[in-house]
């Protein structure tokens, strides 16, 4: 039989959910895009702006007491692997200890039961709508992609390991049926107060795996999923002590239920009508963005021109100049993907990336680079058959044209068979 949440709380525990709320309130605020989470579409309002307004301001003014690290005016302030996102966990931190030291000396209450049902359900919705949105975009296709042409064309040795993480949860789909399961099972079982701590068991499992995929290749998103792991643990808190009594003491136990204050029975109607509402708007816009992602993934970009180019003939500088075979500066093939990027791979194997804007009206390529402003390139192209293509142009001080024929990149091994699975090899 499940016990009732105790009501005696030790010293220890109540300065440890004064440090919890007040850290998790401000994540959630502030770092955590709750507002999005629960309701993407005030995201066209900007409602979160001020909010983050107020969070440059604060970080900023703790950067520049404590560390007074240099930033550039275009520094990222998402929930991503920068210095400033660390410097925003420092600055929060320190300010959740701040509160939690006074209100430890001016409090008298023996327990925080009212608050800490409020953030304990506020912290499982927000986890379970997260899990929905990575859970759906895995089942649906819209968080790893068949791997992009510029990829398939370079050799494995010169990947970097986050992209080779992104290319091969790219490349099967079963793995991403079962990480989509994995996420979305326990987000349903966070919804209902009787299996949250399972769900939480279940979360925590499969973020531990995320976060060691994140930290083993390097994303850079590790710190979001450390802190869903914090989540995670905080939902489950009130079962810790019979957790390791059960598995470590091998003692009988049960779980906790979080009993929540009587109130009008019409009142507790309505809250689970707008219980009802909320979760199916949230299941309904992560599968409508999910389906949308996937769409407009499967669109041919710009006249088809995505796809790897074998390059057959290759001249430089004079038309009738034919190519060096050892000539480490003349092309080898070409890959263009659907987010505006060209790699060219030279006869060496190195490869270079660069921005693309395509028109398919006059059949042109305009290539420029993001860390370079004097770099400029223009190329025109012309289809001889289905898949002959001859480029020519300017590339910095040379004139150069190729001819190149257009692969089929189902032919590659990586993608060649992808979702079948092979139970007998020979």
Not at 117 to 140: E, H, M, N, Q, S
């Amino acid at each position: 039989m499940n016990q009732s949440f105790s009501t005696a709380w030790t010293k220890t525990e109540l300065i440890i959910f004064r440090f919890a709320f007040c850290y998790l309130i401000l994540y959630f605020v502030f770092l955590g895009s709750a507002f999005q989470v629960f309701l993407p579409f005030l995201q066209k309002f900007q409602f979160n702006t001020p909010f983050q307004y107020i969070s440059d301001v604060f970080v900023g003014l703790v950067n520049r007491l404590f560390i007074q690290q240099k930033f550039a005016d275009n520094i990222y302030k998402g929930d991503g692997d920068t210095s400033w996102f660390y410097i925003a966990i420092f600055s929060y931190f320190l300010l959740a200890v701040l509160v939690t030291i006074v209100w430890t000396l001016f409090a008298k209450r023996t327990n925080y039961l009212f608050l800490f049902i409020c953030v304990y359900t506020f912290a499982r919705y927000y986890l379970a709508f997260i899990l929905f949105g990575y859970g759906f975009g895995k089942l649906f296709g819209a968080q790893f992609f068949d791997p992009q042409p510029t990829y398939l064309m370079q050799p494995l040795g010169n990947i970097d390991s986050h992209t080779l993480l992104w290319t091969f949860m790219g490349a099967s789909k079963a793995y991403n049926y079962f990480g989509g399961l994995m996420e979305t099972i326990p987000a349903v079982l966070l919804l209902f107060r009787r299996t949250a701590s399972l769900g939480a068991f279940l979360a925590i499992a499969t973020l531990t795996n995320v976060l060691l995929l994140n930290i083993g290749y390097d994303t850079l998103v590790k710190w979001l999923s450390a802190h869903l792991i914090l989540i995670a643990l905080f939902i489950i808190s009130p079962d810790i002590k019979r957790v390791f009594n059960f598995f470590f003491l091998n003692k009988n136990t049960s779980l906790t239920t979080i009993v929540l204050p009587a109130i009008n029975k019409k009142i507790r109607l309505i809250q689970y009508g707008l219980k009802y509402i909320l979760i199916a708007y949230a299941v309904f816009s992560s599968i409508k963005l999910s389906v949308e992602i996937k769409e407009n993934y499967s669109k041919p970009y710009f006249g088809n021109i995505d796809g790897i180019y074998d390059i057959e003939k290759f001249y430089r500088s004079q038309p009738n100049q034919s190519t060096i075979p050892n000539d480490a500066m003349h092309w080898r093939k070409i890959g263009i993907n659907k987010f505006g990027e060209i790699a060219i791979q030279y006869t060496n194997d190195s490869v270079i990336y660069r921005s693309i804007e395509i028109d398919t009206v006059t059949k042109s390529l305009a290539l420029s680079s993001w860390n370079d402003s004097t770099f400029k390139c223009n190329l025109s192209y012309t289809i001889n058959g289905s898949n002959e293509y001859v480029f020519e142009g300017n590339y910095k001080k040379d004139s150069i044209r190729f001819s190149a024929k257009k692969m089929n990149l189902q032919s590659y091994p990586l993608l060649k068979g992808k979702g079948k699975i092979k139970w007998v090899w020979w």
